[in-house]
Nanobody, 126 residues
Framework: QVQLEESGGGLVQAGGSLRLSCAAS????????MGWFRQAPGKEREWVTA????????YYADSVRSRFTISRDDAKNTMYLQMNSLKPEDTAVYYC???????????????????WGQGTQVTVSS
């Protein structure tokens, strides 16, 4: 069992930066692939980025590539999302997620994940 808690959301102006954190407890953090999703009002949940359980591979949606950076610190049981050059269209509730897998990490779809945080609001003003 894994419990996830996001933090670091808030209000930022367009062009600014924000760092989200996802703290995990109740499981072996290093055994899970991790990812971030976001959901804006009236829209479906959208995959943003992911990192495999070893930390050796990262994946980004085209909309955030070159602006966002995902990382993990297994010693702290924490995953991070560094967001730079933020745009109003980045406004959403951001969710962290953990997925267990054997041979393949289905990192870009919700069914690839087993545990979800409660979400943190990110608002980018213009």
């Amino acid at each position: 069992q894994v419990q996830l808690e996001e933090s670091g959301g808030g209000l930022v102006q367009a062009g600014g930066s924000l760092r989200l954190s996802c703290a995990a407890s109740g499981g072996t953090f290093s055994s899970y692939g991790m990812g971030w999703f976001r959901q804006a009002p009236g829209k479906e949940r959208e995959w943003v980025t992911a990192i495999d359980r070893s930390g050796s591979s990262t994946y980004y949606a085209d909309s955030v590539r070159s602006r966002f950076t995902i990382s993990r610190d297994d010693a702290k049981n924490t995953m991070y999302l560094q967001m730079n050059s933020l745009k109003p269209e980045d406004t959403a509730v951001y969710y962290c997620a953990a997925g267990q897998y054997n041979n393949y990490f289905h990192y870009d779809i919700p069914v690839g994940y087993d545990y979800w945080g409660q979400g943190t609001q990110v608002t980018v003003s213009s």
